[in-house]
């Protein structure tokens, strides 16, 4: 299709950190959701894709959304500006949300590379093979593969501690049947709280399931990076003691988290989830 009148900056959006189960193989990304294995590419004003339609591909890279309206939403100061300039056309992706559920939970004090080799690992072992361009791909493994799963068969998957946390989720959606995708008719905080019932999932985890699977764009995940921005260029916007005492700390508090947390989603409104992300990706790439 052509894409020179829809913004949109392929690379970034699936080198920011977002998905993990996405590679580069000369001029093509290829990649593996729900029972499809397809692959991708952008050169000049075009972006080509094979083996999914039109509708699949465009609903999947959110290019049936307005960017610059979401963008001019949240321009609210110099420096979002400045990460949308250097970063225009970085679109949040539509994943599955049993996927994603998971692959927070495994992202938890990893490493992209790490979580990417845990979830290669899982979808290996518990996946179905599926083939494009004569390769080999799995899918995630089903909730069902995953709550019938030994414990010694995740941790050999590299889950460590995680390992109970991924089997107990698993279990717990396929006994109550609970459809993940309903999520999105609850409001944030209801979704919020519900994810939150599942082991392992704190507010981080299911503010990123929210944002980057269940079109709660109003979600702002907290994470050291996040807080670096917000120290960096927003410690004026908060309570000048809290800002002193979060720069003295290394990690977060429930309280601390839910206190960014507020203050983005207040600060930047219901598109705070994208300001999120061309923050963060602004910051990390700017060390």
Not at 89 to 110: F, H, M, V
Request: charged share 30%; aromatic share 14%; net charge positive.
């Amino acid at each position: 299709m052509e894409c020179g009148d829809v913004p949109f900056w392929l690379d970034v959006t699936l080198c920011c950190g977002q998905v993990f189960r996405w590679d580069k193989i000369g001029d093509w990304w290829y990649g593996v959701t729900r029972d499809k294995a397809f692959k991708v590419r952008q050169f000049g004003g075009k972006f080509e894709y094979v083996g999914v339609k039109p509708a699949f591909a465009e609903h999947y890279f959110n290019l049936d959304v307005d960017l610059q309206k979401i963008i001019d939403s949240v321009n609210r100061d110099s420096h979002i500006r400045k990460a949308a300039r250097e970063y225009w056309g970085l679109r949040l992706i539509n994943q599955d949300p049993w996927e994603c559920l998971i692959s927070y939970i495994c992202a938890t004090y990893k490493s992209i590379p790490a979580i990417k080799h845990m979830l290669n690992n899982m979808a290996r072992k518990f996946g179905e093979k599926i083939h494009l361009d004569e390769r080999e791909f799995f899918t995630f493994p089903s909730c069902e593969k995953l709550a019938a799963a030994t414990e010694r068969d995740l941790r050999d998957c590299g889950l460590g501690y995680r390992t109970r946390y991924v089997l107990e989720t698993a279990q717990r959606v396929r006994d109550t049947q609970i459809n993940l995708e309903d999520l999105k008719k609850l409001s944030y905080g209801e979704a919020k709280r519900a994810l939150m019932e599942f082991p392992g999932v704190g507010a981080k985890v299911a503010d990123c399931v929210l944002l980057f699977s269940l079109d709660k764009t109003e979600s702002f995940p907290v994470d050291v990076w996040v807080k670096r921005v917000i120290l960096n260029h927003y410690s004026d916007k908060l309570q000048a003691e809290f800002a002193k005492r979060l720069s003295t700390k290394k990690g977060l508090s429930s309280g601390d988290y839910e206190r960014l947390n507020t203050w983005g989603r207040n600060y930047f409104g219901k598109y705070a989830g994208y300001a999120q992300e061309y923050l963060y990706h602004f910051e990390r790439m700017s060390i």
